[in-house]
T-cell receptor, first 116, second 118 residues
Framework: NAGVTQTPKFRVLKTGQSMTLLCAQD?????MYWYRQDPGMGLRLIHY???????AKGEVPDGYNVSRLKKQNFLLGLESAAPSQTSVYFC???????????????FGPGTRLTVL | AQKVTQAQTEISVVEKEDVTLDCVYETRDTTYYLFWYKQPPSGELVFLIRRNSFDEQNEISGRYSWNFQKSTSSFNFTITASQVVDSAVYFCALSEEYSGAGSYQLTFGKGTKLSVIP
């Protein structure tokens, strides 16, 4: 099993450009998440999904959109990239624990995005 | 106020020393979970432990141990006889409900960078 994979690993954008980050998991997990990690800030939740066709906002959703058309994929879109979106983006997935509060999350390797 | 506070930004220890990473959390919920994740220099995040709010038993796993105290809202992590491979950033995280039933969020602390010097 590949676990959680992210495409691409690195990307450089110019301000105003758009792009989509792809996250795929082969563990049949219901839940998927997108985080951003900035120096000294820890990880902050952007959006998450509790199942195919459903998405919800996290702590820092502005400037991002997501879609979960297939259970195994979770896409993160930047419609008009800004320098403030320079970050490392992590995707994660989790199975349904006895309580969703207790879901252990499996993380992808990250995507390093630079917006000039 | 931060929901999860890891006051130690960076710690350096010499190999074989014991080290404790502090985590203090804040929540109004009675039901919540606490986690520790490890991020080695390679960058991926690795789950270490999960603890729910009703289970205050300390946990030991090899050289790792965790001390959960609700009275002080702390969930501290101790590495005994540290090794160079323990060098990583360690994150404490809190999972709680928000925006009503069915929605929940995992909030991470800012992390503690541990360097184990040979």
């Amino acid at each position: 099993n590949a676990g959680v994979t992210q495409t691409p690993k690195f990307r450089v954008l110019k301000t105003g450009q758009s792009m989509t980050l792809l996250c795929a998991q082969d563990m049949n997990h219901e839940y998927m998440y997108w985080y951003r990690q900035d120096p000294g800030m820890g990880l902050r939740l952007i959006h998450y999904s509790v199942g195919e066709g459903t998405t919800a906002k996290g702590e820092v959703p502005d400037g991002y959109n997501v879609s979960r058309l297939k259970k195994q994929n979770f896409l993160l879109g930047l419609e008009s990239a800004a320098p403030s979106q320079t970050s490392v983006y992590f995707c994660a997935s989790s199975y349904t624990f006895s309580s969703p509060l207790g879901n252990e999350q499996f993380f992808g390797p990250g995507t390093r995005l630079t917006v000039l | 106020a931060q929901k999860v506070t890891q006051a130690q930004t960076e710690i350096s220890v010499v190999e074989k020393e014991d080290v404790t990473l502090d985590c203090v959390y804040e929540t109004r919920d009675t039901t919540y979970y606490l986690f520790w994740y490890k991020q080695p220099p390679s960058g991926e995040l690795v789950f270490l432990i999960r603890r729910n709010s009703f289970d205050e038993q300390n946990e030991i796993s090899g050289r790792y141990s965790w001390n959960f105290q609700k009275s002080t809202s702390s969930f501290n992590f101790t590495i005994t006889a540290s090794q160079v491979v323990d060098s990583a950033v360690y994150f404490c995280a809190l999972s709680e409900e928000y925006s009503g039933a069915g929605s929940y969020q995992l909030t991470f602390g800012k992390g503690t960078k541990l360097s184990v010097i040979p």
